[in-house]
């Protein structure tokens, strides 16, 4: 079983709808969690990042974190064309080691 | 903003070549990481270090080796590279606080 699971999709979406992309870990210990956008031959960079149950927000997007289902996700409100890229999702599995874990990442397409 | 630089953004190289990556942050981030992406396998870690001259193995440091002789700058080494060794290479930091991780735009190495 991988670590941290991802659908690869593609998953297209109409612009202006909501995405929804998923994520789960294997480690229930995990403490901090990661989402990170790579657009096409783009290094990553942060979108959010949550470390309590629950949702947090920051503009369009939402991350929800449920720690006993040991699953963690990303909505994106009012998607935009430029949404489209590959989302990540990365995982620290205890409080002290610096190491992400990091899933294959969802491929997200926003239809015009 | 946090800056992460890598010194190539593309790389040719032949098989058998020691090849060097360098990657520089001038944020004072006490640990460093190398990764390597590939299509259906995400992000790998190969190699970081938390120190100056200190360094730990990743989940793949096979064939590659490191250096850290100063804090803001973490080398990635290819001793005889190798054409299975074709890759993104992405060097990140981060301050340890958050765990939250800062990358370079990538460097795309092909070994001929």
């Known amino acids: 079983q991988k670590e941290v699971e991802q659908n690869s999709g593609p998953l297209s979406v109409p612009e202006g709808a909501i995405a929804s992309l998923n994520c789960t870990y294997s480690?229930?210990?995990?403490?901090?969690f990661f989402w990170y956008r790579q657009y096409s031959g783009k290094s990553p960079e942060l979108i959010m990042f949550?470390?309590?149950?629950g949702d947090k927000e920051d503009g369009r997007f939402t991350a929800q974190l449920n720690k006993a289902s040991q699953y963690v996700s990303l909505l994106i409100r009012d998607s935009q064309p430029s949404d489209s890229a590959t989302y990540l999702c990365a995982v620290v599995s205890n409080f002290g080691n610096e190491k992400l874990t990091f899933g294959t990442g969802t491929r997200l397409t926003i239809i015009p | 903003d946090v800056k992460v630089t890598q010194s190539s953004r593309y790389l040719v190289k032949r098989t058998g070549e020691k090849v060097f990556l360098e990657c520089v942050q001038d944020?004072?981030?006490?640990?460093m990481f190398w990764y390597r992406q590939d299509p259906g396998l995400g992000l790998r870690l190969i190699y970081f270090?938390?120190?100056?001259?200190?360094?730990e193995k990743g989940d793949i440091p096979e064939g590659y080796s490191v250096s850290r002789e100063k804090k803001e700058r973490f080398s990635l080494i290819l001793e005889s590279a190798s054409t299975n060794q074709t890759s993104m290479y992405l060097c990140a930091s981060n301050s340890g606080s958050k765990n939250i991780q800062y990358f370079g735009a990538g460097t795309r190495l092909s070994v001929l």
């Open positions: 480690d229930r210990g995990s403490q901090s």
């Open positions: 949550i470390y309590s149950n």
């Open positions: 944020m004072d981030h006490e640990n």
């Open positions: 270090s938390y120190d100056v001259k200190m360094k």
